[in-house]
């Protein structure tokens, strides 16, 4: 776990069935939100660190990271969250873990090509506030896709050109830098908004 000094959040994150923790969204967002008062931790699923190249089924992501959660030992309020289907997952369990928010990164809105077979339901669920940061490429689901307005207490993130990786074109409208950028401040702001501050005011 990257630990701040002074944390008031700590936010658990987990990968997409492509890639791990080394994916560039949640490599950005350990790097900087620490020194703002964000614990992040980082959660591998035992498919990965099994060395296997295909992710488990949906159920037992959930299994993986109810485990992850359960074996923080924190005091702060928890966000869960992930990439793709690191996002469906946190969305699924953000309530049962007591999570005060859900950060659903790439959310795959629908597999590509094939809008009809929506995922929407699945960001329902989650039932606390979440953030949604979402390629503005993304073949899983562009940001026009997601319903206007979102559904319950759901804010979109959009950053300009990025794909489902949220890697953007050398001559797109930001850079990787700026795209990362954009990726933690959005991510810092809706927690001081929508976590830190509802603590708050409870």
């Given at each position: 776990m990257r630990r701040a000094r002074r944390p008031v959040v700590t936010l658990l994150l987990s990968?997409?069935?492509?890639?791990?923790?080394?994916?560039?969204?949640?490599?950005?967002?350990?790097?900087?939100?620490?020194?703002?008062?964000?614990?992040?931790?980082l959660f591998e699923q035992p498919w990965r660190r099994a060395g296997k190249k295909v992710a488990s089924p949906p159920a037992t992501l959930d299994v993986g990271l109810r485990?992850?959660?359960?074996?923080?030992?924190?005091?702060?309020?928890?966000?869960?969250?992930?990439r793709s289907a690191g996002?469906?997952?946190?969305?699924?369990?953000?309530?049962?873990?007591?999570?005060?928010?859900?950060?659903?990164?790439?959310?795959?809105?629908?597999?590509?090509?094939?809008?009809?077979?929506s995922r929407l339901e699945e960001l329902e669920?989650?039932?606390v506030p979440t953030l949604v940061v979402?390629?503005?490429?993304?073949?899983?689901?562009?940001?026009?896709e997601f319903p206007d307005p979102l559904p319950g207490r759901t804010d979109l993130a959009?950053?300009?050109?990025?794909?489902?990786?949220l890697a953007v074109p050398k001559r797109g409208p930001v850079s990787e830098d700026e795209a990362m950028a954009i990726v933690v401040e959005s991510t810092l702001e809706w927690i001081i908004?929508?976590?830190?501050?509802?603590?708050?005011?409870?």
């Amino acid at each position: 776990m990257r630990r701040a000094r002074r944390p008031v959040v700590t936010l658990l994150l987990s990968h997409g069935a492509g890639g791990g923790i080394e994916a560039r969204d949640l490599a950005a967002l350990a790097a900087g939100l620490p020194g703002q008062g964000v614990n992040v931790a980082l959660f591998e699923q035992p498919w990965r660190r099994a060395g296997k190249k295909v992710a488990s089924p949906p159920a037992t992501l959930d299994v993986g990271l109810r485990a992850a959660a359960d074996a923080l030992r924190v005091r702060t309020p928890l966000v869960v969250g992930g990439r793709s289907a690191g996002a469906r997952s946190a969305a699924r369990t953000a309530r049962e873990l007591g999570a005060r928010g859900c950060l659903a990164l790439s959310f795959p809105l629908h597999p590509p090509g094939k809008p009809e077979k929506s995922r929407l339901e699945e960001l329902e669920l989650a039932g606390v506030p979440t953030l949604v940061v979402q390629g503005e490429r993304d073949p899983f689901g562009r940001p026009e896709e997601f319903p206007d307005p979102l559904p319950g207490r759901t804010d979109l993130a959009v950053v300009p050109g990025a794909d489902h990786g949220l890697a953007v074109p050398k001559r797109g409208p930001v850079s990787e830098d700026e795209a990362m950028a954009i990726v933690v401040e959005s991510t810092l702001e809706w927690i001081i908004r929508e976590v830190v501050g509802n603590a708050v005011a409870r």
